[in-house]
């Protein structure tokens, strides 16, 4: 999935993180990355648009995670690799480009989620109308597992709906992005020690979830 940008202005200041904690991150660094972070930050659109295709369908995964339909979530991302381009010649490399760009994104995400749930309420539309989702690459420990079957992502992207958006956020970039405990904590700044305790009681909630749907081969719970 590539889409095509149309990218206004830039804005320097404007949604930045408000600090860039230092940790490094392999897939955005080294001269290539660094010459393209730089000419992209002087408006070279083409630049702009190869750093995006390193991380579109991570930032789409991480979107699906809160967004129902497939056609909204690519909206959001969308609207988050915008935002990124506005507010990109603000990085200062104090951080990975990652961790810098998923603060970022994750904000969008859950102020659309909320916004959406919102508007939801006002209509008076049952919960069961956001229950059905699916994902990519998740699963209740690792990331590789998921690629097994469709269904089995599918059962993965409800169960997450289900989870609370603090354990959904550290499961869907540790588990399903693959970020160290140290780039998580970076991104929801919090502490890493809070990011382990609520990735194993995420998992925990999401491996329950998955029990009592009957989608982990050990029957549901009585």
């Known amino acids: 999935m590539h889409a095509a940008l149309r990218l206004p202005t830039r804005q320097r200041t404007e949604d930045l993180p408000s600090a860039e904690p230092a940790v490094s991150d392999e897939s955005a ?12 930050q002087h408006g070279d659109i083409v630049a702009f648009e190869r750093l ?23 909206d959001v991302t969308q609207d988050a690799m915008l935002r990124i381009y506005r507010s990109l ?36 539309q049952p919960l069961e109308a956001t229950s059905e989702r699916e994902i990519g690459e998740a699963t209740t ?3 590789e597992a998921a690629l097994l079957a469709h269904e089995r992502k599918s059962q993965i992207w409800s ?11 550290v499961l869907v970039l540790a588990d399903i992005q693959g970020m160290s405990y140290e780039e998580v904590a970076a991104i929801v700044e919090t502490p890493v020690g809070t ?22 081969g050990e029957g549901k719970r009585s």
């Open 29 to 40: 660094s080294g001269p290539d990355v660094a010459a393209l972070i730089s000419q992209a």
């Open 159 to 169: 169960a997450l709906a289900e989870i609370p958006e603090a354990y959904r956020s």
């Open 52 to 74: 995006m295709a390193m991380y579109q369908t991570k930032i789409h995964s991480f979107a699906r995670a809160f967004v129902s339909d497939p056609e909204l979530a690519s």
């Open 141 to 143: 420990h690792n990331p």
């Open 195 to 216: 990011v382990k305790s609520r990735l194993n009681r995420g998992r925990e909630a999401l491996r329950e979830v998955l029990l009592s749907k009957g989608c982990l």
């Open 89 to 124: 010649g603000g990085f200062r490399f104090q951080s990975s480009l990652q961790t810098w760009m998923f603060r970022i994104v994750r904000n969008i995400v859950l102020d659309y989620a909320k916004s959406r749930r919102n508007k939801e309420r006002k209509r008076e």
